[in-house]
């Protein structure tokens, strides 16, 4: 099967919606319910996804961008959850999507000299051996002068010494579509802008959804014999479909990210630190840094959670606790907000709530999963594909994931030990070409042919420079891009990256895809005035007093 999403590809496959019963009908883009689709499809299923905006829209594109066991759960004595998140780290490195989840090193700075490195150590040390096999370097005691060596721009007062350990980080809104991708690979067909606007009922028993494709307005009845509900902080929404009181419900924690120049700060490793509430860390991202996050409950506007100027501040109040030369709003190139879907509990607190993930069928025929961490994603789409094909009638496979490299996974380390023989092969720069290899693994063929075709696409984006414009091209024709949007958050990450939030890139952006999109100028000019009003209402909502402030700010700019 083919891993091209493009324009042709959609065509078909929404004509095609409703011809026949399939076996799975997933319902959400996210990295679950991309996961779930390329698990079911790999037992060798028929199934479709849809997807009421994009490929990691929601929660999946927003996150810390970190794989990881989640270090401060172990103190929470959640050693299952560790021990699950560790494992996964360590397929997603070496086999799954190397190309795509790299190593990242992080300093523990340690505030008391003897009781604080005797508790964290044994910690770390933990951390180090709970998941099994090690995938990655053991942590190292180090002195204060170590640690500022490492770290300069730190106060020497911040710290008697530290602590680094390694974990791992992951382009998460890259790898959500490249699951994607790699599901349709094994006959899955993935959609997005197609939204459920009801279930099917056959009785009690759900027998699929009425899906809009919100490009045309066309409706299709999808008939499945399953249907899987991976839809995240929306799950509540999803289950007043069904009429039925339900085993739990999903809270939303909204945890909101800065970028700051990678000059801004004098640093050879990732940081992170203690707060009140949880955890803030300082991760290096290409030529940035990001830094997060807060944790707090949120109730508004789940489609567009917006980072109010109180959720800025506190993470410059915290940062700049251990900096020698603090950090200020002019230092900030970009801001970012994600919601965390948490199984609600009894604990008022969202940092204290479970991130393990929960599996019900709350109607026959409706399955639905919540909860989880993004690093979990694989184990909690086997879950739920295994008790959805548990009564199907027939036998099915077990799930083969763990051993399912990812689009691009394969080839790609020897071609990453190759560099300067591709880049030769290629004729293109050695660092174009690591930066293409980082991003799309061994599938950079593709781009490699489409910039043999047209050598003009080897270029550099005016405005984002990082990138080429091949990288806009292949989003169309392979990527399933279909709107600026698509494009600059989350194919390429130039929406939080430039300091004038893509706006000098947009109008190359918008002419490349529209060459391949069959965009008229009117079409071209509306994608460019609703990214314009998306990048003043995310400005105005960073500017508001709190999170009902830059909810309203954000709403009545794109009003």
Do not use: C
């Not at 399939?22 to 996961?35: E, K, R, T, Y």
């Not at 009140?276 to 290409?286: G, M």
């Not at 593709?446 to 080429?468: R, S, V």
């Not at 105005?540 to 954000?554: G, V």
Request: overall charge negative.
């Amino acid at each position: 099967m083919s891993a091209r999403l493009d324009p042709a590809y959609r065509a078909d496959a929404v004509n095609a919606l409703g011809d026949n019963e399939i076996d799975v009908l997933v319902i959400g883009g996210g990295v679950v319910g991309a996961g779930a689709a390329l698990d079911a499809a790999s037992r060798g299923l028929s199934v479709t996804l849809v997807e009421a905006r994009d490929f990691a829209a929601g929660t999946s594109s927003r996150s810390s961008k970190l794989i990881h066991g989640g270090l401060r759960y172990l103190e929470q004595l959640d050693f299952w959850l560790v021990r699950e998140a560790l494992k996964e780290r360590g397929l997603l490195l070496n086999k799954l999507a190397p190309h795509l989840v790299r190593p990242v090193s992080f300093l523990l700075p340690l505030q008391h000299r003897v009781w604080e490195r005797a508790y964290i150590g044994a910690g770390v040390a933990l951390y180090d051996t709970i998941g099994g096999a090690r995938a990655l370097p053991m942590h190292r005691h180090l002195t204060r002068t170590r640690a500022l060596e490492l770290a300069p721009a730190l106060r020497e007062d911040s710290m008697t010494g530290a602590i680094r350990y390694f974990d791992a980080q992951v382009d998460d809104a890259r790898h959500t579509m490249t699951i994607a991708r790699t599901a349709a690979q094994h006959g899955a067909t993935v959609l997005t802008r197609t939204k459920v606007t009801g279930l099917l009922r056959d009785g009690e028993r759900v027998v699929g959804a009425q899906v809009t494709d919100l490009e045309t307005g066309r409706e299709f009845t999808v008939r499945a014999r399953r249907v899987i509900s991976a839809t995240g902080v929306w799950t509540d929404e999803m289950n007043r479909m069904t009429g039925v009181e339900f085993p739990f419900h999903v809270r939303t924690s909204k945890g909101v990210h800065i970028l700051v120049p990678r000059e801004r700060l004098d640093l050879d490793t990732g940081l992170i630190m203690r707060t009140e509430k949880s955890v803030l860390f300082v991760i290096p991202w290409h030529q940035h840094w990001i830094i997060g996050t807060t944790d707090t409950d949120w109730s508004l506007d789940k489609d567009h959670p917006a980072a109010s100027n109180a959720d800025v501040q506190y993470i410059l109040d915290h940062v700049n606790a251990v900096l020698r030369d603090p950090l200020t709003r002019d230092d900030i190139v970009g801001t970012y907000a994600g919601l965390r879907p948490l199984v609600s509990g009894a604990s008022s607190d969202t940092a204290k709530l479970s991130r393990e993930h929960a599996v019900a069928e709350p109607v026959p025929g409706l399955f639905v999963i919540a909860g989880g961490k993004y690093t979990t994603y694989r184990v909690m789409a086997a879950d739920v594909v295994d008790a959805a094909v548990a009564g199907l009638g027939r036998a099915v496979a077990p799930s083969v994931t763990e051993k399912l490299p990812l689009l691009g996974a394969v080839g790609y380390q020897e071609m990453a030990a190759d560099l300067d023989g591709v880049a030769e092969r290629a004729g293109l720069p050695k660092a174009t070409v690591e930066h293409l290899l980082g991003r799309y693994g061994s599938a950079v063929h593709d781009l490699f042919e489409l910039i043999a075709g047209d050598p003009a696409l080897a270029e550099p984006l005016t405005g984002a420079e990082e990138y080429i414009a091949a990288e806009i091209v292949y989003a169309v024709t392979h990527e399933g891009a279909l709107h600026l949007d698509d494009v600059l958050t989350r194919r390429t990450r130039i929406s939080i990256e430039a300091s004038d939030r893509g706006l000098l890139a947009a109008p190359e952006v918008a002419l490349l895809m529209g060459a391949r999109l069959g965009w008229e100028p009117a079409d071209a000019e509306r994608e460019l005035g609703r990214y314009r009003d998306r990048v003043e209402a995310e400005l105005a909502a960073n500017q508001a007093a709190d999170d009902e402030a830059a909810n309203a700010a954000r709403l009545a700019a794109v009003a």
